[in-house]
């Protein structure tokens, strides 16, 4: 269980099957006594769920975000007989659209897809040779592409967080690579302890290695591990949190399709156990966590009483305030990503609604590395017109490269001849929010330069591949003769460093009472993708809080 993420395709189906009912027992058994309890209020917590949070209420923990961090917070919270309530500036998504399906497709975005835009903003700009993007309605759709200077941070909106728009590659950081990570955490807690009680909340799985090397919609990750393996390094199996067995009837045509429909980037209407169905609806069960969708939380201070006054506005779905409320905390948890919560705090510090928060608020923020890159096969390695939208593998070059490449699927129904990949790298660069007193905004400072050191990184996997294979990098994915996506980010981390901005449990100084548990925490990098380091990190944090500070 020391690397859960990073398995050898010598992997049996034990690994995949027991791998959730070998460690949910974890969670079950503390779990019972809040369901049994839960049960009796079925009724009234149902009805108290949807509706939205009341002007002048007085709740004992607030929760910004209903992301990784938030869910978690809220609910070891409830399980310990705390009532919570989560703020989320995203909508509920639990409606069907006129096509009878929550989430819009891949290669179909329509109002549905973006956060109050006009037109789409999507990761690869152009395909053979053809800009892509297309007008939309302006909506509060899932994925916010929010342009920050020199980088596009692309994010979750909606009940559930980034877990509605990743593709949910849970992966597990080597140990090795842990102190860099966080070097004031403990290890042997965290892969003792708590990365196990994450995946296990999170319910992670791995595919089935012989039914990958069988079923078509994984062609593409095959022509990525043999031509991986075929300059030299490891292609490991990567742990995901979609439902395998689903996956495969999918796959057998016996079920709706969404994985091997190519639903990702908008949402998946089926197999992925995003949070809605896994942290959040064990937190709803308790009966003591209610959530407001389409708020937005504009200023914390403190209260003469005791606790925080906290400041929300409610929003339609194109994205017109509606109403203010005002309402207070005892206890508040900043878990609106790291974007979100960084801007926030540093506003809250700047115009001194919260002026005792410490210089390093903003500050150590980083894109975990991420950049993108094509490659043109040859007519003889198809990668197949059919690709399920999960990915689940990687290549390993982290130790002498640098770089660690998830084999990305490019979902779009026809065949491309062409690999892609996502990115993770070791980028030192680091980037700090300020505020901007004339504007009233929050800015971020980084620079697309500073994606440099990530391309240099991944080319010490890609040129080599292409020198092996006799081929070239794509350029028609990112703009015209352009080979790499170095314009963005699925990884925004830092901002409210963890021991800097706050103490060693997320306590931010200078309050009592108020904590970040999300990805602001970690310092721009975890070396793989980070929601399962986020998660791990809140079970760890918010352990701690409710064993000493209630």
């Excluded at 399906?101 to 152009?126: A, G």
């Excluded at 003792?192 to 909340?201: E, K, S, V």
């Excluded at 991420?370 to 939208?389: E, I």
């Excluded at 929010?433 to 991944?458: C, E, H, R």
Aim: proline share 5%; glycine share 12%.
């Amino acid at each position: 269980m020391s690397d859960p993420s990073l398995r050898d395709t010598g992997s049996q189906r034990l690994s995949r099957r027991g791998f959730i009912a070998g460690t949910s027992s974890i969670l079950g058994a503390a779990a019972l006594a809040s369901h049994a309890t839960a049960a009796a209020r079925t009724v009234a917590a149902a009805a108290a769920a949807s509706a939205p949070i009341e002007n002048g209420a007085n709740v004992p923990a607030l929760v910004i975000g209903t992301g990784y961090g938030g869910s978690v917070a809220a609910l070891r919270l409830a399980q310990a007989g705390v009532d919570v309530h989560m703020i989320e500036m995203g909508m509920a998504w639990d409606t069907p659209g006129a096509d009878g399906k929550i989430f819009c497709n891949t290669t179909s975005p329509d109002q549905r897809s973006y956060w109050l835009r006009t037109r789409t903003k999507q990761p690869l700009s152009n395909f053979l040779g053809f800009p892509i993007d297309k007008d939309i309605p302006r909506y509060t759709g899932i994925l916010d592409a929010e342009e920050m200077g020199g980088i596009i941070v692309y994010q979750g909106r909606g009940v559930g967080g980034g877990s509605l728009v990743n593709g949910g590659m849970a992966v597990t950081p080597k140990r090795s690579n842990f102190a860099a990570i966080l070097p004031s955490v403990d290890a042997e807690e965290m892969y003792g302890t708590y990365y196990p009680r994450a995946n296990a909340g999170l319910g992670v799985g791995l595919v089935d290695p012989v039914w990958f090397d069988t079923v078509d919609c994984y062609q593409f990750a095959r022509v990525g591990r043999k031509h991986a393996q075929r300059s030299g390094f490891p292609f490991v199996f990567v742990p995901d949190v979609y439902d395998w067995d689903y996956m495969e009837q999918e796959a057998a045509g016996t079920v709706p399709k969404s994985a091997v429909a190519g639903e990702i980037l908008y949402g998946n209407n089926y197999g992925k156990k995003s949070l809605q169905k896994t942290y959040i609806a064990q937190a709803r069960a308790t009966g003591r966590v209610t959530i407001s969708p389409l708020h937005k939380v504009t200023s914390v201070t403190p209260a003469a009483g005791g606790g925080y006054t906290v400041v929300i506005e409610q929003i339609n779905t194109t994205g017109d305030v509606t109403g203010t409320k005002t309402v207070t905390a005892g206890k508040v948890f900043f878990a609106a990503g790291s974007v979100g919560t960084s801007k926030l705090l540093v506003r809250l510090k700047a115009t001194g609604a919260l002026a005792n928060l410490n210089s390093e608020i903003g500050k150590g923020w980083g894109d975990n590395g991420n950049v993108m890159c094509g490659r043109a096969n040859h007519m003889w390695d198809p990668t197949g017109k059919v690709q399920a939208s999960i990915p689940c593998g990687g290549i390993d070059n982290w130790d002498a490269g640098g770089a660690f490449a998830e084999v990305a699927p490019l979902p779009t129904g026809i065949e491309t001849y062409a690999s892609f990949y996502l990115s993770i790298t070791k980028n030192p660069n680091r980037a700090e929010f300020t505020y901007n007193a004339a504007s009233g905004a929050v800015q971020l400072n980084w620079q697309t330069a500073w994606k440099q050191p990530s391309i240099d990184m991944a080319k010490t996997i890609f040129d080599k591949i292409n020198a092996k294979e006799g081929t070239i990098y794509r350029t028609d994915l990112f703009g015209t003769n352009k080979i790499w996506g170095d314009h963005l980010t699925y990884h925004p981390l830092g901002g409210a460093v963890l021991g800097k901005a706050t103490d060693n449990y997320g306590r931010l100084h200078g309050y009592t009472g108020l904590y970040v548990i999300d990805g602001a925490l970690i310092p721009g990098n975890t070396s793989v993708n980070p929601f399962v380091t986020i998660t791990a990190l809140a079970e760890r944090n918010i352990e701690k809080i409710i064993a000493t500070d209630l």
